[in-house]
T-cell receptor, first 115, second 114 residues
Framework: DAGVIQSPRHEVTEMGQEVTLRCKPI?????LFWYRQTMMRGLELLIY????????DSGMPEDRFSAKMPNASFSTLKIQPSEPRDSAVYFC?????????????FGNGTRLTVT | AQSVTQLDSQVPVFEEAPVELRCNYS??????LFWYVQYPNQGLQLLMK??????LVKGINGFEAEFKKSETSFHLTKPSAHMSDAAEYFC????????????FGAGTRLFVKA
């Protein structure tokens, strides 16, 4: 079990640039989540997928944010254009079974810095 | 609506001293409760979960938590702290509300002093 794999680990970009974060969930897991962690707001759920279908994107802060899951083993979170206030650690997590009672398995995160 | 309150943002303890990290929740339905730990530059890892059944839950690394419905609490404890326990701990609550709505607390940073 390789765990949830995220890339890149660190991303530094200039305001206005497009940023793409990548995630490979644990094989066989049917739920995938994108979280954002900041000192001010803690952990925020941005969006989650079930069997590759977006279920709830109410946490996506603006239209600048978009997420896709083209297949069961890959997801992306894109920010276009990026802004300094997007600087945060972005986590991908997956779970097997309904996440109300199934634990979340987190990746090590992508630390995004927008200058 | 569900919510989680972690009463302490930081808890310092001496090595080998007991640890208690407090968590209170509110939920309109029977809750599922979790504790996660986050080490520096890593994602969150599950320590334990409570769904139903025995109210004293044993987790990894010697941690325990007791679900107390009357107090709406799920405090995390360990009899003796190790230096390796220094990390941030998150309490989380979810419930069968028809949609996934796991709510994380703000986190408690545990400092272990020699």
């Amino acid at each position: 079990d390789a765990g949830v794999i995220q890339s890149p680990r660190h991303e530094v970009t200039e305001m206005g640039q497009e940023v793409t974060l990548r995630c490979k969930p644990i094989s066989g897991h049917d739920y995938l989540f994108w979280y954002r962690q900041t000192m001010m707001r803690g952990l925020e759920l941005l969006i989650y997928f079930n069997n590759n279908v977006p279920i709830d994107d109410s946490g996506m802060p603006e239209d600048r944010f978009s997420a896709k899951m083209p297949n069961a083993s890959f997801s992306t979170l894109k920010i276009q254009p990026s802004e300094p206030r997007d600087s945060a650690v972005y986590f991908c997590a997956s779970s097997l079974g309904h996440p109300d009672y199934s634990p979340l398995h987190f990746g090590n995160g992508t630390r995004l810095t927008v200058t | 609506a569900q919510s989680v309150t972690q009463l302490d943002s930081q808890v310092p303890v001496f090595e080998e001293a007991p640890v208690e990290l407090r968590c209170n929740y509110s939920s309109s339905v029977p809750p599922y409760l979790f504790w996660y730990v986050q080490y520096p530059n890593q994602g969150l890892q599950l320590l334990m979960k409570y769904t139903t059944g025995a109210t004293l839950v044993k987790g990894i690394n010697g941690f325990e938590a007791e679900f107390k419905k009357s107090e709406t609490s799920f405090h995390l404890t360990k009899p003796s702290a190790h230096m390796s326990d220094a990390a941030e701990y998150f309490c989380a609550v979810s419930g069968n509300t028809g949609g996934f709505k796991t709510i994380f607390g703000a986190g408690t940073r545990l400092f272990v002093k020699a």
